[in-house]
């Protein structure tokens, strides 16, 4: 069983939707949770971190936090095509693992 | 500017060849990660050191050897030993503040056989 497990896409969506990626986890002591968004030939850069269950908001991306269901997602509001790449999803235990990513793809 | 830089950006080894990464960073980061990625695949650790002259082998270190003989600087060596090396091999650091330590990724370098 995959450590941290993620829909590898693509997910398509038109400009100006909402784009829900998600990540579940099998680690039940992780405590940190991390989003990255990589564009392609480029490195990781982080754009969301998580660490209590619930909901938190930074300009057109919330994540959000579900502990008991090992579940952790990022929605994107008004997608843009510039938000056309692949969100890597992070979670720390013991140490960082990372899934192998989903890529979004935003058409106008 | 802060930041942490990887060179080259592109490398070319020969077969029986080692080759050295490096990689610098100047935000005062305790830890240091060396990551491999693969097409389709996750980052997968190499080595990480979290305090100079200290480190660890992660989950893919056969092959690989590091150094961390300065606070700034965590070159990484592939070595003829490495079978497979083509890769995208990404450098990490990070203050080590337990559970809400996060990671700051380096540009990266492609490393190509010939």
């Known amino acids: 069983q995959k450590e941290v497990e993620q829909n590898s896409g693509p997910l398509s969506v038109p400009e100006g939707a909402i784009a829900s990626l998600n990540c579940t986890y099998s680690?039940?002591?992780?405590?940190?949770f991390f989003w990255y968004r990589q564009y392609s030939g480029k490195s990781p850069e982080l754009i969301m971190s998580?660490?209590?269950?619930g909901d938190k908001e930074d300009g057109r991306f919330t994540a959000q936090l579900n502990k008991a269901s090992q579940y952790v997602s990022l929605l994107i509001r008004d997608s843009q095509p510039s938000d056309s790449a692949t969100y890597l999803c992070?979670?720390?235990?013991?140490?960082?693992?990372f899934g192998t990513g989903t890529r979004l793809q935003v058409f106008p | 500017d802060g930041g942490i830089t990887q060179s080259p950006k592109y490398l070319f080894r020969k077969e029986g060849q080692n080759v050295t990464l490096s990689c610098e960073q100047n935000?005062?980061?305790?830890?240091m990660y060396w990551y491999r990625q693969d097409p389709g695949q996750g980052l997968r650790l190499i080595y990480y050191?979290?305090?100079?002259?200290?480190?660890q082998k992660g989950d893919i270190a056969e092959g690989y050897s590091v150094s961390r003989e300065k606070k700034e600087s965590f070159p990484l060596t592939v070595t003829s030993a490495q079978k497979n090396p083509t890769a995208f091999y990404l450098c990490?650091?990070?203050?080590?503040?337990?559970?809400?330590?996060?990671?700051?990724f380096g540009p990266g370098t492609r490393l190509l056989v010939l």
């Open positions: 998580i660490y209590s269950n």
């Open positions: 050191s979290q305090i100079v002259n200290d480190f």
């Open positions: 935000l005062n980061h305790d830890a």
């Open positions: 680690d039940r002591v992780s405590q940190s």
């Open positions: 990490a650091s990070t203050t080590r503040g337990g559970d809400q330590e996060t990671q700051y």
């Open positions: 992070a979670v720390k235990a013991d140490k960082l693992i």
